[in-house]
């Protein structure tokens, strides 16, 4: 694929390679051969046969897993978008780095390892050795209902940030890695950069977020329409976009799965935060898709949307709408037990089990 360049962020080069699918007949044919019938592990050898593209061998391995928290506050949490006071990104936060939060459990019985970056989160967390700082404003971002939320420079950062954090965690080995985010008011960013980016209705991807009622999705709703009204830059350029309504976290991230996907990890798409942080990758970098396995379906409104404009499905349906990652945390088992299956069962001839035709008839025999 040729580079996609920004002429707003012209230093950064965003560039994906396409899968290379000239060996895809002889992976299929090494999971087909298999001591099952052909297909009867169903979107588990969808997955293997994807891992075995993206590491372009027919034995991938999962090394290192990790998941990536990036943490931002928003000027909009302000004025009414969610439930909760901006505070409780800084305390989710703190949460986190104690090692008590959903995403923490999840990610140790996964066997997985947790980063957390404060991309721009209101409050000083001191110099602590388990947190990335990765800080672009001490305040989080502007109100997006009076200006821009960021600057471009402000973004080119948190864009930067993400794929410097990767590009470290890469040069410890890691090829397979999940995403998350923490930030009061980020469904609302989300939801617009969503519906600026695939043309989605607004009303089809606002959503309740951290529990508002009907009265305070209208709420949002409307004040969501209020800062469409004042926005008169392109819809379709993922950075004007992205610095007019998004967040710190959300750029980060963006930044981090094209760095992920450049470097031919696995990426572990998680809910409508996240999956709206690859909506900006994915329109500078279209590829990216062959890297993406979606982790889940969440109960945010809007998030279905996304799925079904990409054209893509996700492997779990769990009601999930906590975000931090804890889909991606849960999904990757099933990516563990793709390789296993690939890397350990027997095939028909090693095994000396008739292959498809049973030996007492001329028809395929069913061991369903």
Same mark, same amino acid.
């Given at each position: 694929m040729s580079p996609v360049m920004s002429p707003v962020m012209s230093p950064i080069i965003f560039s994906v390679s396409s899968l290379d699918r000239s060996r895809a007949a002889e992976f299929q044919a090494v999971i087909d051969g298999k001591t099952k019938p052909v297909g009867s592990l169903g979107r588990l050898e969808d997955l293997a046969l994807q891992m075995a593209l993206i590491q372009n061998t027919a034995k991938p391995q999962l090394i290192?897993?990790? &998941?990536?928290?990036?943490?931002?506050?928003?000027?909009?949490?302000?004025?009414?978008?969610?439930?909760?006071?901006? +505070?409780?990104?800084?305390?989710?936060?703190?949460?986190?780095?104690?090692?008590?939060? %959903?995403?923490?459990?999840?990610?140790?019985?996964?066997?997985?390892?947790?980063?957390?970056?404060?991309?721009?989160?209101? *409050?000083?967390?001191?110099?602590?050795? #388990?947190?990335? =700082?990765?800080?672009? =404003?001490?305040?989080?971002?502007?109100?997006?209902?009076?200006?821009?939320?960021?600057?471009?420079? @402000?973004?080119? @950062?948190?864009? @930067?940030?993400? &794929?410097?954090?990767? %590009?470290? &965690?890469?040069?410890?080995?890691?090829n397979v890695i999940g995403f998350g985010e923490m930030g009061i008011g980020n469904t609302a960013s989300a939801s617009l950069l969503t519906h600026c980016l695939t043309g989605l209705p607004l009303i089809d991807v606002v959503g309740r977020g951290t529990g508002l009622d009907d009265a305070g999705v209208a709420r949002k709703r409307a004040l969501l329409e209020?800062?469409? %009204?004042?926005?008169?830059?392109?819809?379709? =350029?993922?950075?004007?976009?992205?610095?007019?309504?998004?967040?710190?976290? &959300?750029?980060?991230?963006?930044? %981090?799965?094209?760095?992920?996907?450049?470097?031919?990890?696995? $990426? $572990?798409i998680d809910g409508f935060i996240v999956t709206s942080a690859l909506l900006v990758a994915h329109r500078l970098a279209p590829a990216i898709l062959d890297y993406c396995v979606f982790a889940h379906r969440s109960g945010e409104a809007g998030h279905?949307?996304? *799925?079904?404009?990409?054209?893509?499905?996700?492997?779990? #349906?769990?009601?999930?709408?906590?975000?931090?990652?804890?889909?991606?945390?849960?999904?990757?088992?099933?990516?563990?037990?793709?390789?296993?299956?690939?890397? +350990?069962?027997?095939?028909?001839a090693s095994a000396g089990v008739s292959d498809k035709i049973c030996a007492s008839s001329n028809s395929k025999c069913n061991s369903d």
């Open positions: 290192a897993p990790h &998941i990536l928290v990036c943490a931002g506050d928003h000027g909009a949490a302000k004025v009414g978008v969610s439930a909760f006071p901006q +505070e409780v990104t800084w305390q989710m936060v703190e949460n986190f780095l104690a090692g008590n939060a %959903a995403i923490n459990v999840l990610t140790r019985s996964s066997g997985m390892t947790l980063k957390v970056a404060d991309a721009g989160v209101a *409050h000083d967390f001191g110099v602590r050795a #388990d947190l990335v =700082d990765a800080k672009v =404003d001490a305040g989080g971002t502007a109100n997006y209902l009076a200006g821009a939320a960021m600057s471009a420079a @402000q973004c080119q @950062q948190a864009l @930067q940030n993400g &794929i410097d954090v990767v %590009a470290r &965690i890469a040069a410890g080995g890691c209020q800062a469409l %009204a004042l926005y008169t830059g392109p819809r379709d =350029d993922a950075l004007a976009v992205l610095a007019r309504f998004g967040g710190f976290e &959300i750029a980060m991230l963006a930044g %981090a799965m094209l760095e992920a996907a450049r470097h031919r990890m696995v $990426l $572990l279905r949307h996304q *799925h079904e404009w990409l054209k893509v499905e996700p492997l779990l #349906d769990l009601g999930l709408r906590l975000g931090e990652g804890t889909g991606a945390a849960l999904a990757y088992p099933l990516l563990q037990a793709s390789c296993a299956f690939l890397n +350990e069962m027997a095939s028909f």
